[in-house]
């Protein structure tokens, strides 16, 4: 029997922590939402006075951070401390793994200084930041300055040092592949307490290759520079519903951004975003995006959408109109849409408050979305963090191409979970030589 052939898992009967899941929105509503939205303009302020520092102040501050560091690693007992990681407590993370080794006999080194944006240097085209920093912030600095990074995480709470040890796949990987991909250099602190700097073409060659995807296991991050692109001030997304069945959506997905005569690095036959939502097994929406200028947009006869307001539709749910009222294209200014699925968590939000997505609490509460990842995971407890583990799906699936369509028929027979969101991601081959490889 093939892998894609496994018996389904029997269906389980209801106990008592899947009502505790179902009410879960009074705790939710009433202490969760308030929290978070005071963390979030807390950290809103902090950001601020952060940008209104000089770069020689935050390159000072920097550098003495970094010394705590070298000098707590090198404080260290290796006989009697543990592995070294990072002082941050597992439910602050943002994934949904698990991380029962920080349960186990370790050292920790605190990192939680190191958030601030060092320097965005338009000559070079990079922005130097701390691990920290997550994307909300690096967008509001930069695309002012109609300046971006090259793939942008949806999810403004995301953070580079985790999009960097972890995975980060975005609208625009199928052009610039990875958010690690796009790194040009990383400041690294080794075990030993020595501080290095690793890129593609140096003695730490091998470092920088590593690091992506290394889950912190090679050393401490404490900046990374990361590649800029220009950018303009709107997004011309244009929607395509697609009905058939699961491998006629595929092709439709795939043909939404690889061209047919294979001309693939012709800029006017591949968008710059690319994404699609599978809403069931005979039902998609195939959104792909151009940078458009402000003078393109507010031409007469365009439409310009504001999702970043806090009583619009909730940005899956706008997509999936799509599917009624056919082909449309719409103009949405350019951080908005890179945060688009922020306040609705893609569709977790769906499953956390079931009624949030209701015009009524849009408009009453919707300011206050979305409740943080780290203090959903800090009040759920151990029953019900299990429980997420046991029934809940969150899982990126790397597939190639030409299989999407099995990928798609496997997950609807084993799993029926929808939506399911597509998107493409170009692999970048790291130089063989940097795996012992001739």
Not at 132 to 157: C, F, H, K, W, Y
Not at 369 to 377: A, E, F, H, R
Request: net charge neutral; with cysteine.
């Amino acid at each position: 029997m093939s892998d894609l052939e496994a018996p389904l898992r029997p269906k389980r009967k209801k106990v008592w922590v899947d009502y505790f899941v179902k009410f879960r929105w009074i705790i939710v509503i009433f202490v969760v939402l308030p929290i978070s939205f005071t963390l979030y303009f807390l950290t809103y302020l902090g950001d601020v006075k952060s940008e209104m520092k000089s770069y020689k102040r935050r390159q000072k501050e920097h550098d003495e951070n970094v010394k705590k560091v070298v000098k707590r690693l090198k404080e260290r007992n290796p006989s009697k401390d543990g592995l070294v990681c990072t002082a941050r407590k597992p439910w602050i993370a943002v994934g949904m793994r698990n991380v029962d080794y920080k349960r186990a006999r370790h050292y920790e080194v605190d990192l939680s200084a190191f958030r601030n944006i060092l320097e965005i240097d338009s000559e070079r085209m990079i922005v130097r930041a701390e691990p920290l920093v997550n994307m909300g912030q690096i967008s509001r600095a930069s695309v002012p300055m109609n300046l971006s990074p090259a793939v942008v995480a949806e999810l403004d709470d995301l953070t580079v040092g985790g999009l960097i040890n972890g995975y980060g796949i975005e609208g625009s990987s199928h052009i610039y592949g990875l958010f690690s991909d796009t790194v040009v250099a990383y400041e690294i602190v080794l075990a030993d307490g020595q501080v290095v700097r690793a890129t593609k073409d140096n003695e730490y060659s091998d470092l920088f290759y590593a690091i992506p995807w290394s889950q912190g296991t090679l050393g401490l991050l404490v900046s990374a520079e990361i590649k800029l692109i220009p950018v303009k001030e709107y997004m011309r997304l244009t929607y395509k519903p697609v009905v058939g069945n699961l491998k006629e959506l595929a092709q439709a997905y795939i043909d939404s951004f690889a061209p047919r005569d294979g001309d693939q690095d012709n800029p006017s036959k591949v968008p710059d975003f690319v994404e699609t939502m599978i809403y069931n097994s005979t039902e998609g929406v195939m959104m792909t995006g151009r940078y458009a200028s402000k003078e393109e947009a507010k031409k007469k006869g365009n439409v310009i959408n504001n999702v970043g307001w806090w009583f619009k539709p909730w940005f899956y749910q706008h997509a999936q109109t799509a599917l009624k009222k056919g082909e449309f294209v719409e103009y949405i200014p350019t951080r908005e849409y890179y945060h688009r699925h922020t306040r609705c968590l893609y569709w977790e939000g769906k499953l956390i408050l079931p009624f949030a997505d209701q015009w009524w609490f849009r408009f009453l509460l919707g300011w206050m979305m979305p409740p943080k990842v780290s203090l959903l995971k800090a009040t759920q407890g151990e029953a019900i963090r299990n429980y997420y583990h046991e029934m809940h799906v969150i899982q990126d699936m790397l597939v190639p191409l030409y299989k999407v369509g099995d990928a798609l028929e496997w997950v609807d027979r084993e799993m029926e979970v929808y939506p399911i969101w597509l998107c493409p991601a170009q692999v970048v081959q790291a130089p063989c030589e940097n795996y012992g490889v001739s």
